[in-house]
């Protein structure tokens, strides 16, 4: 697994799990915050932590946030300076941002000024936990034992091509046991079926080799 640089902006509580997360996981993190106790708080559990403001472009630039594999613009409820760190970000030539929305209307405006991937974790979580609720749970109905797991992933440009071709078997030691487009499942699909960016997955491994998987997909 390729060690990633991530920089992590805003060390509330979700962005101190993000990056301290990823720095567990082996990444590389640089964690920056406006106030000095939220600092203090991740110094030892990531790579290197700092007072920054963000939405200062100078600051940034200082950082040199265009070599980080990715930035996370975690900052919660002060939403000017969660907009005016991921314009300055992407203005400085970050290659990936990812940023939190409070809302549904900073959701549409961080979309607008270019932020790559837009979440809303407290909305996020509640409707996966809903279709959770609402939807049967096919890991109840089957005694998988041991560390296995059956996950719902959505593939990306990553894994365009042929079953076959993929070898997502050879590779990761995962299987596909359904494909989920446009609304329609394919059970057991085979080996010369195609998957498609935005194709849903329902895959069968060890938690392990499923977590290999969403790395190599950059989840």
């Known amino acids: 697994m390729k060690s990633k640089q991530c920089l992590v902006i805003g060390l509330g509580r979700f962005g101190t799990a993000v990056a301290t997360t990823l720095y567990e996981m082996g990444h590389e ?3 920056i915050d406006q106030h000095e106790e939220n600092v203090e708080r991740v110094m030892n559990l990531v790579t290197h932590a700092a007072i920054v ?21 975690a900052i919660g409820t002060d939403v000017q300076a969660n907009i005016l760190a991921t314009m300055n970000a ?8 990812v940023s939190k929305a409070v809302d549904e209307m900073a959701r549409r405006v961080l979309e607008r000024i270019g932020a790559d991937l837009v979440i809303r974790p407290e909305h996020d979580m509640g409707v996966r936990l809903a279709r959770q609720i609402a939807t049967p749970n096919i890991v ?14 959505e593939a990306n440009e990553r894994l365009k ?6 070898n997502l078997t050879g590779r990761f030691n995962v ?35 499923i977590d290999d ?7």
């Open 161 to 166: 091509g042929t079953l076959r071709d993929l």
């Open 140 to 153: 109840d109905t089957l005694d998988l034992g041991g560390d296995y797991a059956i996950v719902e992933i």
């Open 90 to 97: 992407k203005s400085l030539g970050a290659p990936y941002v």
């Open 175 to 209: 299987q596909i046991i359904a494909i989920s487009r446009a609304g329609k499942i394919e059970v057991t699909p085979r080996a010369e079926d195609e998957l498609r960016p935005h194709d849903k997955l329902v895959v069968i491994g060890t938690s392990h080799n």
């Open 53 to 73: 403001d963000a939405s200062d472009e100078r600051a940034l630039r200082a950082l040199g946030v265009g070599d980080f594999d990715v930035v996370v613009v």
């Open 213 to 219: 998987l969403r790395r190599y997909l950059g989840e």
């Open 29 to 31: 993190v640089v964690a």
